[in-house]
């Protein structure tokens, strides 16, 4: 069997990290292919080096654009990258633009896809990350579901079968892996706060960053939050926070730093009191690590986490957003144990499926 996956953005690399060493240990063929969509050092490199990624065998450098642009340029990357390569099935994880290029660029190559990720479902047509999970789960060959009501979602789409497989959360997997090292760590002390404490914020999604409506009572909640904040910048939030002169107010209440590399993001989080997020896998990562999550949004593809107890959905609006941090402040939140096969053999059930697929083929 010869497998590439790719990877582009920074959630992607998190997910391909135990499938890349999975791949290895068994001795497969394997490529790594990242399309550049990101490329600051705290957002691409910083992360291979965490989690003991191996250099890509090729990095197509397509860089920020619009939506078109981007997905287009790794298309024309990937496709002459699969041409040279033939690889037997081409990996794709998460819902990023590089991940719906490298479904379309392989699936009219006949290359067989296997999306990780598979069936996460927002309901919000609006948000371009759930346009791509449609599309890339309607032409995937084979589809890794990270929970039940994912493998439902698929189901309800006509997507059912042996080829759609329930095999975890592979960002769990990565995160058990990595637990001893995020232990062993004291960002949060060093960036002066106590355990338990704070909330750590990571807001970045185009939906309340490029809205100066949302963007505005996101600051004014955290602005009047009773609970200290550390919230690292993603280069559009930093942008958009400038634009709309919003910075420095919010930087003399709230503590903003760079965009944390993986263990140390994982270290704040491990530490903090709660979660404010807009991001997928900080859903998940605080419902591994027993640390109460908000998202700020209408809507999430992770649903399980706030069945479970693990994750509130909470609406933009100032005083929603310090109502519902007070409350987790005063402990009025359900104890939740981790989601069934979330766990570290996730990698593992993703490379046995592989294998048949290729064997069948
Ligand atoms: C992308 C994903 C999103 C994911 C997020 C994780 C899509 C549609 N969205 O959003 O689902 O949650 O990654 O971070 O693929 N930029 C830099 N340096 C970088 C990368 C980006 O400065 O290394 C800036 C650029 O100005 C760029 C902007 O950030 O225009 C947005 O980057 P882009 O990759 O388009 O989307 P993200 O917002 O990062």
Redesign the pocket.
């Known amino acids: 069997m010869n497998v590439t996956c790719v990877v582009?953005?920074?959630?992607n690399f998190v997910k391909i990290a135990p499938i890349m060493a999975e791949l290895a240990k068994r001795g497969t063929d394997r490529r790594l292919v990242h399309t550049g969509?990101?490329?600051?050092?705290?957002?691409?490199a910083s992360f291979f080096a965490d989690l003991d990624l191996p250099k890509p065998d090729a990095d197509l450098g397509i860089?920020?654009?619009t939506?078109a642009v981007?997905t287009g340029t790794a298309m024309m990357g990937l496709e002459k990258e699969f041409q040279q390569n033939t690889p037997d099935v081409v990996v794709v994880v998460?819902?990023?633009?590089?991940?719906?290029a490298a479904a379309l660029a392989a699936v009219k190559l006949h290359i067989k896809v296997a999306h990780v990720e598979a069936g996460y479902r927002s309901g919000d047509f609006s948000?371009?990350?759930e346009v791509?999970r449609l599309v890339v789960d309607q032409i995937s060959q084979l589809l890794f579901a990270p929970t039940p009501d994912a493998v439902e979602n698929l189901a309800k789409e006509g997507v059912a079968g042996e080829h759609v497989v329930f095999v975890g959360n592979v960002m769990a997997e990565t995160l058990l892996r990595n637990l001893h090292k995020v232990k062993a760590r004291a960002n949060y002390a060093e960036l002066g706060l106590t355990a338990g404490e704070y909330a750590l914020a990571t807001i970045?999604?185009?939906e309340n960053?490029d809205d100066e409506c949302r963007l505005r009572a996101i600051c004014e909640g955290f602005h009047y939050s009773s609970v200290p904040i550390v919230w690292p910048l993603?280069?559009?939030a930093k942008?958009k926070l400038e634009e709309f002169k919003l910075i420095d107010d919010l930087a003399t209440r709230v503590k903003l730093t760079e965009?944390m590399a993986y263990l140390d993001l994982l270290n704040v989080m491990a530490n903090a009191r709660l979660v404010l997020t807009d991001?997928?896998?900080v859903q998940e990562e605080s419902c591994m690590l027993g640390v109460p999550c908000l998202t700020l949004r209408d809507n999430t593809e992770r649903r399980l986490t706030v069945d479970i107890g693990a994750n509130r959905l909470v609406p933009i609006d100032r005083r929603e957003i310090i109502a519902a941090v007070e409350r987790i402040k005063n402990g009025k939140y359900p104890a939740w144990r981790a989601p069934e096969k979330w766990d570290i053999e996730v990698s593992s059930r993703i490379v046995d499926a592989l294998s048949l697929l290729t064997a069948r083929a």
């Open positions: 582009g953005a920074r959630p969509q990101h490329y600051d050092f705290e957002m691409s860089g920020s654009g939506h981007q998460g819902d990023v633009n590089s991940t719906l948000m371009p990350e791509n970045h999604r185009a960053t993603h280069p559009r942008k965009p991001s997928g896998g």
